[in-house]
């Protein structure tokens, strides 16, 4: 599996929720992404509907590549909602979003839900990744609502013995 870094994005802009992950090939270009969404936020005159925004990048094993996980809420923004984000790698096609949740219940199922997909489970073959994570409205993630599994490279052949 090629090496890939995702930019996990979520912003709230005149009440409305845009989310996504974006799958890059190298971490420069998840850090360029990174960078041009985050300067949305902090009162940026620019963007003065924007009430939040939280950024963070993952590898291929899930591992969140500090310095780059960052939420801003503007002063007065209450929402309390969870986000489910999760990567399905599917035969040659990812899978992804981030799904808004308003309860952290609703969160937790879903993410059980999208997990299901991996482990060997004879349902979808083709699957070789999943990775899922629980955020809140301030970036934090909800231990231990944060897993990876991959599917485990083949084992060698034996060499052949010698005659």
């Known amino acids: 599996m090629d090496e890939k870094f995702f930019l996990h994005r979520i912003q709230k802009e005149n009440g ?16 360029l992404s990174f960078r041009g969404r985050m300067k949305m936020g902090y009162n940026n005159p620019q963007y003065p509907n924007l009430t939040f925004i939280h950024c963070m990048i993952t590898d291929i094993n899930g591992n969140v590549i500090a310095p ?8 007065g ?5 969870y986000f489910m984000h999760y990567i399905r790698l599917d035969g ?8 808004v949740c308003q309860t952290f219940d ?11 997909y991996g482990y060997n489970n004879p349902k979808f073959p083709n ?13 934090a993630i909800m231990k231990p609502y944060d897993e990876t599994w991959r599917l485990p490279d083949p084992e060698p052949e034996p060499p052949e013995p010698e005659k």
Request: charged share 35%; hydrophobic share 35%.
């Open 92 to 99: 040659d096609t990812y899978s992804k979003d981030i799904d």
């Open 68 to 75: 780059y996980d960052r939420a801003w809420k503007k002063e």
């Open 106 to 116: 609703a969160s937790r199922y879903t993410y059980e839900a999208a997990m299901e």
């Open 77 to 81: 923004e209450t929402d309390q909602s």
């Open 16 to 31: 409305t929720f845009t989310k996504g992950i974006e799958v890059h090939d190298t971490k420069d270009a998840a850090i």
């Open 127 to 139: 699957v070789a990744l999943v990775s899922c994570v629980i955020t809140d409205m301030g970036g």
